[in-house]
């Protein structure tokens, strides 16, 4: 006996830590008082009880409870050896088995972390409430502040992590999440965002079961794509638009992402959030702290408008996205007008036309620049952005300033993340590209390559193509700034062996050093995130970009549900939206041009096609359409969202209404996209609508006459509200869009 107890020992000491010698760093001191820490918003709160061994849980997340003291009592009940409730921040070690937020290896090698609570402050600044708490681990000097920022108008909690390594070498980080929450309920239904390029953000519902769901990406730079950073979640029942407990959230990270939903062997569900670590270990070095990317949640307990609303407001007002005050001109974008094929005659006679509509801003897509490698089409030009003189001799300021003459704002496309292979920039910077390092064949996308942002040289460039681009005339106000590739060979001439994992950070980091100077030399530009269509619809890009672009696929029909699903957790105000020409280029759809229209004004409006094909009555129609959008565009843009029926429900028809703040105003659109035969009508339920006021109801965009009995007429909110209005919207693609304005 006494022999296999000194052979334990001597086991035991083989793989012991070395002890720590005298002046190490140290843990910081643990206090192990327990407490409550609640972070709350008007209506919301988040609580994190302090444990008997100084653990920091998570407690609970949903309807503000005003007297939080029983959470302390449960928690002197809880068992420090068998707890079914989960940490505050889910690490590798310790009591944990769960899917973990943080899984280091730390630098003597040892796997494990166990967080103990340190102190915390709270700090107000107006609407905003940040509370940051520190942990530092049992034994070891490496330390995690998390950072909880409640918007409290908004009933929005933002969360991310702070990650320090203080010992005596590097740390490697394998999984750092931002943040993980938990819910608990008899049933938990997600509902993720989602599909493909031309299809983004489909919708679809599944009940966890037991076990791991996870959205992710792993594409890096069009990340967001097939799968969104973004969820709700709805606890017990299928998700409602109405009622029923949900908790939404979305990560604002312009690269790989993943989202997972654990539901235990307790029942319970565990939410982790944060930056994908597929092939991404990060080397932190000592003294450095890795901040991972915000997690924006809200809880709502009258199901998913509510939710959405609350997300919006928080877009809108709290910085999550840039400028979301300023108002956003429509527009006549080149791309699907004119394509490559274009000369200064053709932009000038589009110009005109986009006076003529009375739309305010003419943007110059693709294929303007290039000269030894013209950009007349896909297959080269990127990354030499000088102005294609054979195109343009008069240069980019020749048209931009034809365009502020025509009382016209002017924009342009660049792409400035990627190359072509046949470019005078792929000859001089090869090692400037993705991938270069690893000596293999480098495969193409719409041919073309990614330049390596993790390399601060290439943040330079990329910092100067938009500084050049800018200079090129003092009369441009718009960058539609695009992305059409992803990540495959990855790699960076840049980063040395040890740290090749850490390009998919890095890369990310750099886009954002880019974006901040962009936004510290040009403050006022207005920027759209573009990446092949709905690549970056995510708050981390968000942050520096005023609109994006929603979809390449601008089928009035396709775009009912694209747009129905991004409106669940992105504002109005981000989403461009434009009529184009049919049959549409991506579907091959007929659509009439009303339809176009009362699909497209229900974003950002503008038109991509090219106006001389379009018939007088065609110019009339739209050129109304355009004045009536100018009128009602701050209730689009900041009103209320209400979604009263979905084109995934029964019915074939959708319908949204934007509310003015105090209700004094309404714009309700609504769409039939399948024939419904003579015996159905859209019944709409006007939820939203103050029930104490009258509102005269006016139909806009009518083409012969008005669609409803009541046009014209004045209804009590309570009428509108309970019983609604009933359309006679029966024929494939019919649609109507309608003022309210409160009169009494
Ligand atoms: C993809 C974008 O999504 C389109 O709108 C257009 O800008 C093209 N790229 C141009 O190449």
Not at 209 to 232: C, D, H, W, Y
Not at 361 to 366: E, I, P, Q, S
Not at 554 to 574: L, N
Not at 644 to 666: F, I, Q, R, T
Request: proline content about 4%; some cysteine; aromatic content about 10%.
């Amino acid at each position: 006996m006494k022999k296999l107890t000194s052979i334990i020992a001597a086991m035991v000491l083989t793989v012991a830590p070395a002890a720590a010698k005298k002046g190490d760093p140290k843990p910081l001191p643990a206090d192990p008082t327990p407490r409550i820490i609640e972070i709350e918003t008007a209506n919301t709160a988040m609580i994190l009880t302090v444990d008997k061994d100084g653990s920091l849980m998570f407690d609970y997340y949903g309807k503000k409870i005003d007297d939080p003291a029983p959470f302390l009592q449960k928690n002197s009940y809880r068992r420090v050896d068998f707890c079914t409730d989960p940490a505050a921040y889910i690490t590798q070690g310790g009591r944990e088995q769960r899917q973990a937020s943080l899984a280091v290896t730390h630098c003597d090698g040892d796997l494990n972390t166990q967080l103990r609570y340190v102190s915390h402050e709270v700090e107000k600044a107006g609407n905003r409430t940040v509370t940051t708490i520190q942990l530092s681990d049992a034994v070891k000097p490496f330390d995690v502040k998390l950072v909880y920022e409640a918007c409290t108008g908004q009933d929005v909690i933002v969360v991310h992590s702070e990650i320090t390594n203080r010992e005596n070498g590097d740390v490697r980080l394998r999984n750092y999440f931002s943040a993980n929450i938990s819910a608990q309920a008899d049933r938990y239904y997600l509902t993720q965002f989602g599909g493909a390029w031309a299809r983004e953000m489909g919708m679809q519902e599944s009940e966890l079961t037991r076990g791991i769901k996870t959205i992710s990406s792993q594409k890096q730079v069009r990340a967001v794509q097939l799968e969104n950073p973004s969820f709700m979640l709805s606890l017990d029942h299928p998700l409602d638009e109405n009622s029923g407990n949900v908790i939404a959230g979305a990560l604002a990270w312009t690269g790989n992402f993943d989202l997972s939903f654990e539901v235990d062997d307790f029942d319970i569900l565990i939410m982790r959030a944060g930056i994908n670590p597929y092939s991404a270990e990060y080397t932190l070095r000592t003294g450095e702290t890795m901040v991972t990317p915000d997690v924006i949640l809200t809880f709502s307990d009258s199901g998913a408008g509510e939710a959405s609303r609350n997300l919006h407001d928080w877009a809108r007002e709290c910085g999550g996205v840039y400028d979301a005050e300023e108002v956003c001109p429509t527009l006549l974008n080149s791309w699907e007008g004119a394509y490559f094929d274009f000369d200064t005659e053709l932009l000038k006679h589009m110009i005109d036309d986009t006076a003529d509509m009375g739309l305010e801003m003419f943007v110059l897509d693709d294929g303007w620049f290039g000269n030894e490698f013209p950009r007349n089409n896909t297959k080269q030009g990127l990354g030499d952005w000088q102005v294609n003189r054979a195109k343009l001799p008069g240069g980019i300021d020749e048209i931009a300033s034809y365009a502020v003459s025509k009382g016209l704002k002017f924009g342009i496309w660049i792409e400035p993340e990627m190359v072509s292979p046949r470019s005078e920039l792929a000859r001089k910077h090869p090692d400037w590209v993705v991938g270069y390092n690893t000596g293999r064949e480098l495969t193409t996308t719409r041919n073309q390559w990614l330049l390596d942002l993790s390399n601060p040289d290439v943040q330079d460039f990329v910092f100067e193509v938009f500084d050049n681009t800018m200079k090129m005339s003092p009369h441009i106000s718009y960058i539609k700034w695009d992305a059409n590739r992803h990540v495959e060979n990855a790699g960076s001439a840049h980063l040395d062996r040890e740290t090749q994992s850490m390009f998919w950070v890095k890369y990310t980091q750099g886009l954002y050093n880019v974006y901040k100077r962009i936004r510290e030399a040009y403050p006022d530009v207005i920027i759209q995130a573009c990446a092949s269509g709905g690549g970056r619809v995510e708050y981390g890009a968000l942050k520096y970009n005023d609109e994006a672009w929603t979809s390449d696929n601008t089928d009035a029909r396709s775009r009912i549900f694209i747009q129905y699903g991004t409106s669940h957790i992105y504002p109005s105000v981000v989403m461009g939206s434009h009529v184009s020409a049919v049959p549409n280029h991506q579907t091959e759809g007929i659509t009439p041009l009303k339809f176009r229209f009362d699909v497209a004004m229900s974003g950002r409006l503008g038109m991509e096609l090219q106006p001389k094909n379009l018939t007088d009555d065609e110019k009339a129609f739209a050129r109304k359409a355009i004045a009536t959008y100018k009128q009602l565009r701050p209730t689009i843009m900041y009103g209320d969202l209400y979604r009263l029926h979905s084109p995934y429900e029964k019915g074939n028809y959708a319908s949204l209404m934007y509310v003015e703040k105090d209700k004094s105003k309404a714009v309700l659109f609504a769409y039939c996209f399948e024939y419904r035969g003579r015996d159905t009508v859209c019944r709409l339920k006007l939820t939203g609508l103050d029930p104490g006021r009258k509102y005269r109801l006016t139909e806009v965009n009518v083409e012969k006459k008005p669609i409803f009995w009541g046009e014209g007429m004045t209804f009590s909110g309570e009428f509108l509200t309970n019983e609604g209005v009933n359309l006679p919207l029966t024929k494939r693609y019919s649609s109507a869009v309608f003022v309210l304005e409160a009169v009494e």
